[in-house]
């Protein structure tokens, strides 16, 4: 006691150490979840353009389009045969009077005498055989595009599945970027407020300090004239 100089010592240290760790925590939560959502909506965009490209492209394989020349090529040779057999009809009804004439009173009369011309037989037997390809390789090529567009409607299923999980996905990183942002925000005030009361009680208490220094000035100047006048 006989060293006790009337001071008194005041810690304005203030421990906001764990407040300040759950702040470092949820920011670094906040950002990753940031970066989830940015990588997410990335994803979801380019599902999104696979899938438009997938339902907008033409119907298109191999056997697609090997069939499609096959068709093609047949068509146009049964064309060309029946052009032909109708210039030889043609021919033959000129020759003798053309349709309308004794020989040839009607079309009947004509088919009836085309009949028996061996290079009439020659074509319409070439159309015949012609026709019955054509119609064989456009089932086929029906039959490749069923398989075709059976590919093409498994794999947009599973691109609109990708699209929809990948979707609930970036919900759930929205709603928990909410949730760690509304802790954030509340640490944040928090040490804000702490912030805040150590500065107005440090200028109380360095307030208070100055006002003691004056009050001992005083009294060290009183007992100087006391003195003095004594």
Known sequence: MANFDGTVKIDTKIDHGGLLKGFQKMSAQSQKLKNSISETTQQIDKL???????????????????????????????LDLLNKREQL????ANTMGGIGSAAIPNQAALD???????????????INKTDAALTKYEKKLEQAKATEQKKRDTAI????????????KLDVYK???????EKESGIGKKLDSISNLAKKGFANMTKSGNKSNGMECFGRCNEQRYRKDK
Do not use: F, G, R, Y
Request: glycine share 0%; charged share 30%; proline share 1%.
């Open 48 to 78: 999104q353009k696979e899938l438009n490209e997938l339902q907008n492209a033409p119907l298109e394989s191999t056997a697609i389009n090997n069939m499609s020349a096959q068709c093609d090529t047949l068509d146009k040779k049964l």
């Open 89 to 92: 009809e043609l021919d033959t």
């Open 112 to 126: 009836s005498l085309m009949q028996n011309n061996k290079e009439w037989q020659k074509i319409t037997a070439e």
């Open 157 to 168: 299923d599973k691109k609109a599945t990708a699209i929809e999980k990948a979707t609930n």
């Open 175 to 181: 709603t928990k970027l909410a949730e760690v942002q």
